[in-house]
Each structure stands twice: as structure tokens, then as C-alpha cells.
């Protein structure tokens, strides 16, 4: 299934303080697939009847390929969720659907960002202190753990070779 079916061309959108252009966070193939899937799951929780988890499931290949896509995205919804369960506050995101809002990078989504990619570079004091903003001062256990399974996870090689 193809992650981009249904897009809008354009939108009325209004851009909030903090926002950036996509190509401005400067991420890699795993964070892009992260914030694509995150984007899928947060569009579910808003608008149910939008199937973006489908997209989400069916197109797991997509936003992680290789071994484990899967495995990668539950870890990723696993992110979210403990994200939702903590924080107060509407979490931001960028339709994934519309041309014009997937270019933009809501400051939401940057926090959650750093958060995996401290994770995934083993930088915890920095992880921890992404993950207190994301989820506003409220507990971060959760979102912690989560996000150190994602990233365990999303650095593995894409497949065991056995040798004879």
C-alpha cells in the first residue's frame, strides 16, 4: 500500500512558532520512517475513520526497511502511546496526508525527535531532558523505555547472516 495515497495538494494550514521545514532537522532514514509512522498513528488517534494505522501496518516495509519492520514500527507505536499517557497537553504533528503540512516539522514533533535520536546515540542525559519537555514534566518512565527498545531495535542489522 502506498503510504501517499489520499494526499491533499494543498491546504489553510497555520504554521506555529517553532515549526520547520522538514529538511531542516537534518534526519536519517530511520528517524524520517519514525516521524512518517508517528505521523500515520497520530492521524488515527485525531481522525479514526482515516485508517492511519493501516497505512501504518501495511506500509511498515516502507517506513523501515529491511528485517524487523514490523517489529520496528510496534516499537514506534509503543512510543506514541507512552507519549499520549503522559502528556497533558494535544501533541502537535503535521498531517501526513497533505502535501503542503507533511514539509513542516512541528516543534512536537522535533521533541520526540531528539528523544529517539538521543536513544539511539546513547546520549541519556540529553534523552531524559527531551523526553521532560515532551511530556511537559510529567513521567517519562515510560517514554524512556520505549524509545530505548525503538532504538535497539532500529539500529540492528538488517539481517543475521549464518555462516557454514
Known amino acids: 500500500e502506498n503510504p501517499m495515497a489520499g494526499r491533499t495538494r494543498n491546504c489553510q494550514e497555520v504554521r506555529s512558532e517553532g515549526d ?14 519514525f516521524l512518517a ?7 488515527s488517534f485525531s481522525e479514526p475513520d482515516s485508517n492511519g494505522w493501516v497505512t501504518a501496518v501495511r506500509a511498515s516495509e516502507c ?13 514506534a507505536l509503543a512510543v506514541v502511546h507512552e507519549m499520549r499517557t503522559s502528556r497533558r497537553a494535544v ?16 516543534r512536537d514533533e522535533q ?4 528523544v529517539i535520536r538521543h536513544a539511539r ?6 534523552m531524559v531532558s527531551s523526553a521532560m519537555i515532551l511530556c511537559e514534566g510529567n513521567p517519562t518512565e515510560g517514554v524512556i523505555a ?4 525503538f532504538a535497539s531495535l532500529a539500529d540492528m542489522p538488517d539481517h543475521n547472516v549464518v555462516g557454514f
Open 91 to 106: 501533541f502537535r504533528f503535521s498531517n501526513p496526508r497533505c502535501d503542503c503540512c507533511s514539509g513542516v516539522v512541528t
Open 37 to 43: 509512522v508517528v505521523r500515520q498513528f497520530c492521524l
Open 63 to 75: 517506513f523501515f526497511p529491511g528485517a524487523n519492520s514490523l517489529e520496528k514500527m510496534h516499537a
Open 146 to 149: 520505549a524509545a530505548l527498545r
Open 111 to 114: 521533541y520526540l525527535l531528539k
Open 20 to 33: 520547520v521545514p522538514i529538511c531542516e532537522i537534518e534526519a536519517d532514514t530511520v528517524e524520517f520512517g
Open 121 to 126: 546515540a546513547g546520549r541519556r542525559s540529553a
